[in-house]
T-cell receptor, first 114, second 111 residues
Framework: DTGVSQDPRHKITKRGQNVTFRCDPI?????LYWYRQTLGQGPEFLTY????????KSRLLSDRFSAERPKGSFSTLEIQRTEQGDSAMYLC????????????FGNGTRLTVT | TQLLEQSPQFLSIQEGENLTVYCNSS?????LQWYRQEPGEGPVLLVT?????EVKKLKRLTFQFGDARKDSSLHITAAQPGDTGLYLC???????????FGPGTSLSVIP
């Protein structure tokens, strides 16, 4: 169990640029989640996958955000035309499909939009 | 709409004191989980509660799930500086639903 890994750990970008983050879940976990977290707040749900199928996307998420999980393994989260309000920590988590299985989190990608 | 509420938002106490933090919802959850998060890291699971009225103990931490499965509490006895962190409750309304988080309680234990 190598844990959930996220890349990069930090990203600084200028407003209007596109960014892409990668998440590698624990290999036997079929569910993968993306959250956004600002300082001192709880993680805000963005989207989640079961294998390669995207089951739900937050209604609060603009069309500038898109996520994929090809072949049900790693996942990418892309933000197009970044805005300063996108600055946050982006967390990825994975879990098995078993009832009430816990989320295992990566250490996140911190995005700063200047 | 925040489906999970937590209180207090911030808590600063002296080492050795006891404390309780609360997680409340108007919705019924199939289970609730408590996580602890330190700066720069992802949340780490402390416990999962499933059955209404359930009480679980983890060393100095006691977790309770409300009878109606709408609320939960975390009690820490004799807090230590190592307990400092952001305490998050999380839940899913069904076993196939997304997992959502409350806003967290930021705990600071002063030596």
């Amino acid at each position: 169990d190598t844990g959930v890994s996220q890349d990069p750990r930090h990203k600084i970008t200028k407003r209007g640029q596109n960014v892409t983050f990668r998440c590698d879940p624990i290999s036997e976990h079929n569910r993968l989640y993306w959250y956004r977290q600002t300082l001192g707040q709880g993680p805000e749900f963005l989207t989640y996958f079961q294998n390669e199928a995207q089951l739900e996307k937050s209604r609060l998420l603009s069309d500038r955000f898109s996520a994929e999980r090809p072949k049900g393994s790693f996942s990418t989260l892309e933000i197009q035309r970044t805005e300063q309000g996108d600055s946050a920590m982006y967390l990825c988590a994975s879990r098995t499909g078993q009832y009430n299985s816990p989320l295992h989190f990566g250490n996140g990608t911190r995005l700063t939009v200047t | 709409t925040q489906l999970l509420e937590q209180s207090p938002q911030f808590l600063s106490i002296q080492e050795g004191e006891n404390l309780t933090v609360y997680c409340n919802s108007s919705s019924v959850f199939s289970s609730l989980q408590w996580y602890r998060q330190e700066p720069g890291e992802g949340p780490v699971l402390l416990v999962t509660v499933v059955t209404g009225g359930e009480v679980k103990k983890l060393k100095r931490l006691t977790f309770q799930f409300g009878d109606a499965r709408k609320d939960s509490s975390l009690h820490i006895t004799a807090a230590q500086p190592g307990d400092t962190g952001l305490y998050l409750c999380a839940g899913a309304r069904t076993s196939y639903d997304k997992v959502i988080f409350g806003p967290g309680t930021s705990l600071s234990v002063i030596p």
